[in-house]
């Protein structure tokens, strides 16, 4: 099975930007499609941004505009740059296949506060 470790995620001011990594154990070239999701207290984990291995990008409308998915299949990686956040952006942050299979483990997830 395929391990993610998130990072880069802390503290920010409204207005800001981070820019998240998730670090796969395994190969993510065989995984069509990546993506990242979030989970806000006492919500639903939602799916917010997937890539696939063409490169080819969707996002969910509340961050259309804002964030930018992208992948290196090389590497393992797949990053999240986000832009303008709002405090409604605040959220633990995941990445996995899209959509899950047996084939992942969910990581740990790295936490974004947005306040001021």
């Known amino acids: 099975q395929v391990r993610f470790v998130e990072s880069g995620g802390g503290l920010v001011q409204p207005g800001g930007s981070l820019r998240l990594s998730c670090a796969a154990s395994?190969?993510?070239?065989?995984?069509?499609?990546m993506g990242w999701y979030r989970q806000a207290p006492g919500k639903q984990r939602e799916l917010v941004a997937v890539?696939?291995?063409?490169?080819?990008?969707n996002y969910a409308d509340s961050v259309k505009g804002r964030f930018t998915i992208s992948r290196d299949n090389a590497q393992n990686t797949v990053l999240l740059q986000m832009n303008s956040l709002k405090p409604e952006d605040t959220a633990v942050y995941y990445c996995?296949?899209?959509?899950?299979?047996?084939?992942?483990?969910w990581g740990q997830g790295t936490q974004v506060t947005v306040s001021s």
């Open positions: 996995n296949g899209s959509p899950v299979t047996s084939a992942t483990l």
């Open positions: 395994g190969n993510i070239f065989m995984i069509y499609a």
């Open positions: 890539i696939t291995n063409r490169g080819s990008a």
